[in-house]
Every structure is written in C-alpha cells, then in structure tokens.
C-alpha cells in the first residue's frame, strides 16, 4: 500500500509513491488547471516560476514550529503523472472545451523539471523562512501548490503540536498517541501517528501506522472488555504455567481470590476490598491469563479505589507469584492527579507489607482528554503518573486545528515579483533566496536569514547586519560562530545538482527532538515566549522595498 | 481508487470497499487486537455482544447534527478480510507470542455475522441516541469499533458544520467548499469535501473530490497568476472570436484598452481609473481570452477599487462587445461588505451609463477566512455577496475539532450491559433498542424515545410516557400523529433481514437539506437553541436504573 509507484532518481534509488494512494494530481484545486490551461494558452506554461511555500504565525501561541510533510512531497513529486482517467476528468470539467493541445500537454507533464529545495524534515522553524522553494515551469509548479500545502499543513501542525505536550510533559514521562478513534479521517489518523511521533511521543496505538512506518505500538484493553465479563465462572481455563516453565498452577481464579482475602486482614490496606466487582475481577484475571508478562489494567471501569485498584492488586500479586511482573495500571477518570498519588501510595504499601521488591515502582498511565493545559496542570498539582495516553486534542489540533501555510511565486523568467497587501505581514518577500541559520557563542539558534542568491554567504566570525524584512528600525548586526545553510536540494529537476536522501522516520524523530533542545529556553517556554528573530540581508531589504513601492498604488485623500 | 475490494451482499449487489484504501482492518486501536486474543483465550470471543454508537453533545454550540459516515462503514464491513501480511504484523506486534490457533482465527473472520442497524446518512440526529447499532461475535465487533467511530465522527462533524454554514449564509447564497489545501491530511481534504456538499455546499475547489464523488466543481484563478504577468505586450495571440462565432475581433487587448480610456472620460465613474495595475490588466486579459465564457476575476492582488474592478470592468466590456457575458468578481481581502457594495454600485452605473442589462447583477464572490460567524456578521452590516468560498474554518472545523463518538457494549449474550460513572452524562443506556422519532401536529419531530427491543412499537394517536433516561423528574406525555423507526438494517449478517441499499450521494444530502427545513426553528438558531428531547420509555427507564443500582458500590463516608 506504501507504494503506488515508483520513479528513479539522479541517485539511482527509486522513490515509492506518497503513503496514501489518494495523493494524485487530481488532489489539487480546480483553479490550478484553469490556471494551467490559461497559461498554455497564453504560451507562457513553460515559463520558469519560483514559489516560496511557508507560514506567516507559529501556531498554538508560541514561537516555533516543528517542520514535517517533506517526504510525502518528494514522494509526490518523484512520482507525478496523470492518468487517463485523469485526464478525461479534466476535459469534461474545466468548465470550458477546451482544446485538445492541452490535453496532449498535460498528459506530457511530469515533475522532471522541477526542483524542489528544502529545509530538512524534523527541523525547528520559523515564520516567513520558505520550509519549500519549488522551481520549474509555471502551470506544473502551480499544480504542486494544493497537494504541497496540504501535505506539509498538518503534518507540521501536528509534529508541533507533539512537541509542545513533549515540552510539558517532560523527557522522562512516555507518551502514547490515543488518537485514531477522534482524528480528521482515515488518514488524518495515520498521518497524526507518523508526525506526533516526529514531534517526540513515544508510541501509538494506531495499527495502521505501526505497519505503515515502524512506530512502536501500544495498548491493552477497554471498559468493553470490563463489561463483557458476568463473574469469574466464566474463566473455564484456569491453569497457568509459571514464567520459569517449572510447574503450572492450577487455579489461577483461586490464586487471585486468595490475594483479595489476604487484603481483607491486611493493616495497612484499611480493609474494604472485600466488594470489589467481579466482572472486572474476572476481565483482569482473563486478560493476565492471556498476557502474563504485560499485564496493563484499566481500572476505573466501577471505581478506581475501591474496585478497581484491589482487583489489578490482586491479580498482580498472583501473577507474582507465578515468577510474573504486572505493567500496571490506566486511569481514564476522575481526578487524575489525586488518584495516581493514591495508587502510589496504595502500591508502595504493598511493596512494603508483602514484601514485593517494584511493586510500588509499577507504572501508572493517565488518559482521558489530555491535552498540554491539563498536563501543566498535572504538574502544577503533583501527581504519580509515568505515561500519558493523548488522543483528540493532539491528533486535531484542537487548540489551533489549521496552519496557515502558503505559496508564493517570488520569481517568474528570473524577474522577482512581490505580492503587496494593506495587510504587512500579507506582503511576500521577493526573490529567489538562501537562507542561513546563524548560531551564536553559546551553541544558539540566533537568528535565520535570508539573501538574495545572488549575494555572498555570510561567514563565520565576520559582522553580519540583519534587518527586519518590514520594519525599517528593527536591525542588529551579529557575529555568527556556526552557519548553516537551511535549504537543501531534494529534486533536482533537469539540473545537476545532488539530491538528499530522505532519511528514515527515525532520524527525522532524532533532529527533531536534538534541534528542540537545542533552542533557547526562552523561545520554548509556554507563557510569553521570546520571539526567534527572522531576518533579511542588507541588500534583499533594499530590493524588497524597492520593488513595493513600484508596485504598491500611490493612494489618493479625497 | 474508489472501490479496492467488493463483496456480494443479500440484495446480489456488490459493495466496493472503502473511498480510501488505507482503510483497512489494520486502521484500529492495537488494544482491540489484544483484546481480541484475550476474548480467544477465554474463548468468549464468539459471544454475541450489541454495541452501540452514540455521541454525547452537539458540536459547535448548537443542538443538532448531521450523522455522515455510514456509506464509509457499511463499505468496510462488506469487504473486511485481514491479508496474509496483517497476519504477519499482527504475530509479530502483539507483544505476547501470541499462539497460532489464534492467528488461524483471524484469518478466517470476515463480516459475516455482523449485523449493522444504522439511521439513514444524511439525517438530523441527536446526542445519545445511537446513530449504529452493530451486533456481532465480541472480538470482531471490537475491531471495528475503532475505524467506525473514525469514520462517522469526522464525517458527521463536518456534514453539521456545513449545515450551519448553510444556514447563516441562507438558501440564496452559493457555497463553495475551497479547504482542501488547509484540511488535516489528503482524505481530511476529500472527506471534507463530500460530506460539506451532504451539509449543504454546493461545490468544491477539490478536483479529487469532483471526480471521486461527482461534486460540483469551481474555481478560476489565484494572485500568483495576477503576478506572473508583468504587462500585457507579453500577449502575442490577440485575436478573440465573437461569441456566436460570425467574426473575429483582431485585437481584444486594444478592444480591453480602449474601454479604460472610456472610464477616464465617465462621468459616474469619476476617472481615477487610468493607473490600474498592467500585471493585473494582462492577467485578466490572457484569462478572459482562454474562458471567454466563464470570466470570474480575483480582483484584490493589488487595490480592489482602484486597480482590480476597473481593471475587470474594461475586460468585461470587451467581453460584451464579442457577445460574451463575463460571471463576476471574487474578493480575498479587505472589509468585504464595503467592498462588495461598493462593487455592486460601480456595476450598477456601468450598466446605467453604457446601457449594459444584467452587468449590475454580476457576481460577487467573498472569501478569505470565513465561518460562521463572520457569514453572521456580514449579515447584520449588509452586503452584495453572492457566493461564499469557505475553506479552513470548514473543513478543520476550526471551532470545534472533534465529535466526541464513543461505541459502548450495551448486551452481550442476552444479557444488557450498563457503563456506569461518577459523570452521569458518560453512563451508558443499556440493551438491545429501537429507536422512534415521534411527531407532532405541526408536522415537526417532537422527541426521539428509545425502547427495549422486544417492547411493541408506539402506535399514532396513543399517548406514549417519554422519559429523560436518567432525570427522574423529567418527562413528558406525547400522542405522535406520525412515527418513525429510526434504525434500519445496512448489513444483515447471518440473519434473513432486508438491506438497505446506498443511496447515491446526491439523495443523501437531499435527505439532509429536507430533514434541516423541518426542524422547528428553536432547535435551529445561534443563540440559546432550545435542545431537543432524547427519551427512553417508561419500561427501559425502569430497566436501565435497575441495573445501575445493581453495578454501582456503594459509598461509605469516612
């Protein structure tokens, strides 16, 4: 299903097509074909065009964003072709008959002239910088525009969104992608799985995308499961062999009824475990039956301490006896925070009085609509929880379900063109450009800048003045101890520049979790975060204002 | 694409599988596939569970919902088979050694015993009562639980939030879906789409979507191709056919030119028009020239009134004079109601002054960020907009991100299931039930009751005791003068029951548009809609806290 198809590269390597075999170039917007068809008509199809795709406002308040969605459009690209059907849709639905020449044009048309320039997947971004720069004749690349967008819109929306719940849960917590059940369709699931695990989780429980991409899988089971047992006299098969395969016990049932009995004397327990319920007494023993070495409750089906708790307990301390070890337990109600500490304490006790080494170290999962106020608040609370299952509010973006991203045409037959706007931060920066990342003394980020191709790169260790694109006043010069070159050649196109390599799911997790720690905590932090400053070169910014007011109406007071 | 798969069901006809491929057996949650296992090893897992699929609230503030998504499901069930390679993945994923008796089990399930009751696509529905009922051996019906809720909630969320669109911009009004490139993925793009048109729209910029589902299409040009003209000698072919074909108009520039010369000298149009942009006036005219038939300009790239309306005027009249008739404007930016009504009195001196019927009545398209409440808002200023282009605050359902589906045991084995909680919103109503919409005089629905199953149906005319299924106070007497079932049976399993068919796309959203008109207007409007009433009968009222009682501890005060 990966691979619809596939294209040989300059390097030799094929690309398999994008992950969803729906990604054609019919997922495009209509006008992008009228547009086309105007342009081929006009003799101007062919004409060279460069578009910068990026985004204008980093997303859920803060002041960066996680850059993901580029493999999927190489993918695309590598392998861009219409099909017959394809083309007959066309031709019954450009409103307009249009002529045959056209058609013969678009069925000609691939991607091997385009070329598509870069910033690494994975990598922390910023406004206005071109993540994309696409070059190539114009009716194709403006074909590009739409599945481009939509590729790299939420994708980044979603690696960021991982990344800020990273942030606030904090390095040592595991955190679990819940989400497929609540995502944006079929693939708004799938997707919300890859780049949430970019962005710093952990593991999902979308079988799919563990398939698909090689992320580990989690989960164990429902209140279904809970309440599709009556009583323990369901459980038929009650043998179960040690760990160690020394001998088997014959009655599991009455192992963990036994434990439950030990509770009832038990001092430090407080007695009352004596009502627990017993479907879910029977759902617990059946499910550790069948999965002894990763025995994970739920256990608020009834009520977490009074039922729930005792029942995994004593489950658990029968699987103990038996050589096993329970994973622990899930919370998915209640007041989260209170509850772990209760577990906590209830399972050190245990540990204690029964003299179970770990035991009190067992993990403690929290679901249940989490998002990254509710684990801030978690933490403000203090609270006992190892691992947070997080579903809708990551995979939908529920704080902010859409980036704004966009594409622009800067330069068209190596003239630069600007789109002006009453709106500044409407207003496109010119050009095709470089961009450069300059870090500081002490290993930071400072700020990206953008020059003209054309310009000399900046170097280390000489003073470099960096403008504010728009606003005149704001400058500052800096002295870079380490540049890096932001956009790098991913389709070559009919040139002969080096393509990359797109690296695996994994390292793509790995520059993204080493770049987010490399960030200024000021940029990071959730209040009033710092802004990364985004810059122009001297020269770029003389030419970007020297193009707005030739184009920009000189208005009129009446 | 659309159909990967088909399977001969009861009524001889056969069902593709589902629009997307990736859905497949293996888009669910990992612990359905662990509970799967446990079910087998108690060997519980062909036990005969009834499961119920419901949502809790109405989204978006509002106090009805469309149910979408059903075509989606029954299309999945039809065709549900694991292939060898699920097989594979699931062996090696399962975190247990999972025994091979069970993995031959998985190879062999299907659908086949699966019975699905559904209430018709396209209809109002309301929270709690269940839009599926799936009946079905425990471990199967699991595993679909979670691609039917992924399927449904994205679906019925944007189905609504169209519908409500819908209902602010109002039935004269043209609604154009244009999210594709903002939408959470490539299906949360084609799914938007489809199920925007369900809600209302009337068409989308979506090529994929156009063709997959035969959805109207729209759209004609963007900013970028305004700026990828740079004046309008680039124009070589200038020769335009007159519309009825009878001669050929050499130069359709200069015809263009000669018309902005004319505005120079209007009285009415009180000059100003001579410093138009020449990108622009080249962009139109190059458009104008390829889609003599359908000329709709976007006219903001640079000053709407002083650059882009005279701009499109002049090719307009170009136009006319060849005896084409141009469709009108589309506005991206700006305050629009202004700016439309500004328009509107240009177009309508135009028309005065050079004698032109219909020119004032062009149209005019408004997009740019739109939703509910800006449609609302332009509303109470006033304005000439024809047509909306809506885009991310559509199809993300930027307000509201998600629809809380769940899918919740209510039988196994005969035997009814309640959830109980400490929220009594999150308790579940039990047992197997129909479901009745009952109608007033009027002619409106005046409440939805659920019954036991094996209760008999209410009868028109008979006073019938609906109660709040768990608010003891709240109930009511109604005599329906009509009554309808609400449940039909989609996929019939084992069992000898009819099917419904699918219905085509289009009778569905009729269905929608007919159901939104007969609804009373105060469940309908924005502002403290009074809510509709969900029921139970008296006899499930009884059942569902007798069996409450029973699952629930009971408290002790410490």
Redesign the interface.
């Given at each position: 299903?990966a691979a619809k198809g596939s294209k040989k590269k300059n390097s030799g390597r094929r690309i398999p097509g994008?992950?969803?075999?729906?990604?054609?170039p019919?997922?495009?917007?209509?006008?992008?074909?009228?547009?086309a068809?105007?342009?081929w008509?006009?003799?101007?199809h062919l004409?060279r065009?460069v578009?910068d795709l990026y985004f204008r406002k980093n997303p859920f308040g803060g002041e960066y964003t996680i850059f993901a969605g580029l493999e999927e459009c190489v993918r695309f690209v590598a392998n861009y072709k219409l099909s017959k059907?394809?083309i007959d849709?066309?031709k019954n639905?450009l409103?307009?008959s249009c002529e045959e020449g056209f058609l013969d044009y678009l069925r000609g048309i691939d991607c091997s002239e385009v070329e598509v320039y870069a910033i690494p997947e994975g990598s922390v971004v910023f406004p206005k910088v071109p993540l994309l720069r696409v070059e190539g004749p114009?009716a194709v690349v403006?074909l590009l525009?739409?599945?481009f967008?939509?590729?790299i819109?939420?994708?980044s929306l979603v690696a960021t969104n991982a990344a800020r719940h990273r942030f606030v849960a904090g390095k040592s917590k595991t955190l679990l992608e819940?989400g497929?059940?609540?995502?944006?369709?079929?693939?708004?699931?799938?997707?919300?799985s890859k780049y949430s695990y970019i962005g710093g989780f952990d593991a999902t429980?979308?079988?799919?995308a563990?398939?698909l991409f090689g992320i580990p899988?989690?989960?164990?089971?429902?209140?279904?499961?809970v309440?599709?047992?009556?009583s323990l006299d369901?459980?038929?098969?009650k043998s179960l062999l040690r760990k160690d395969g020394s001998s088997t016990c014959k009655d599991f049932v009455s192992l963990v009824q036994s434990w439950l009995k030990k509770f009832e004397r038990s001092n430090s327990l407080r007695g009352?475990f004596a009502?627990t319920?017993q479907s879910e007494l029977a759902a617990f023993t059946?499910?550790a039956?069948?999965?002894p070495?990763?025995f994970l409750a739920l256990v608020d089906?009834?009520?977490v301490m009074?039922?729930g708790i005792p029942n995994f307990c004593a489950v658990a301390l029968a699987l103990s006896d038996l050589g096993y070890k329970a994973i622990g337990i899930r919370l998915d109600?209640?007041d989260l925070a209170y509850l772990s500490c209760e577990v906590r304490k209830l399972f050190c006790s245990i540990e204690k009085e029964f003299g179970l080494p770990g035991f009190g170290k067992m993990s403690i999962t929290a679901s249940n609509d989490l998002n990254e106020e509710t684990l801030d608040a978690l933490n403000k609370q203090g609270h006992e929880i190892d691992a947070y299952g997080i579903g809708?509010y990551l995979v939908?973006?529920?704080a902010?379900?859409?980036l704004?991203?966009v594409?622009?045409?800067v330069e068209?037959n190596n003239?630069p063109?600007?789109?002006?706007?009453?709106?500044v931060s409407?207003v496109t920066i010119p050009c095709k450009k470089r961009i450069y990342r300059l870090y500081g003394k002490e290993g930071y980020a400072l700020v990206d800048i953008m020059t003209r191709e054309s310009e000399p790169p900046p170097k280390v260790g000489e003073r470099i003045l960096c403008r504010h694109p728009f606003e005149e006043s704001k400058r500052a010069y800096v002295v870079p101890q380490k540049i890096e070159e932001l956009l790098s050649c991913y389709c070559a196109g009919s040139s002969d520049k080096k393509e990359e390599t797109l690296p695996p799911l994994k390292e793509i997790r790995e520059r993204c979790i080493k770049q987010l720690e490399q960030m200024r905590s000021d940029h990071m932090r959730r209040l009033n975060p710092t802004p990364y400053k985004v810059s122009v070169s001297a020269k770029l910014y003389d030419f970007i204002h020297f193009l707005w007011l030739d184009?920009?109406?000189?208005g009129?007071l009446l």
């Open positions: 299903m994008p992950t969803n075999p729906m990604v054609t019919m997922l495009t917007d209509q006008y992008q074909f009228t547009m068809y105007a342009y008509k006009a003799g101007k004409e065009a578009f059907e394809d849709y066309v639905n409103s307009v114009i403006q525009e739409t599945p967008v939509n590729l819109n939420f994708a819940f497929l059940r609540r995502a944006q369709g079929p693939d708004g699931g799938i997707g919300a429980s979308n079988v799919a563990g398939m899988l989690c989960g164990t089971h429902s209140h279904a499961f309440s599709s047992f009556m369901e459980i038929k098969d009352n009502e319920n059946s499910y039956w069948a999965f070495d990763n089906t009834y009520d009074r039922s109600s209640g809708t939908t973006c529920y902010q379900a859409a704004g991203v594409f622009k045409l068209i003239k063109r600007i789109k002006i706007s009453e709106a409407k184009e920009a109406p000189v009129e």
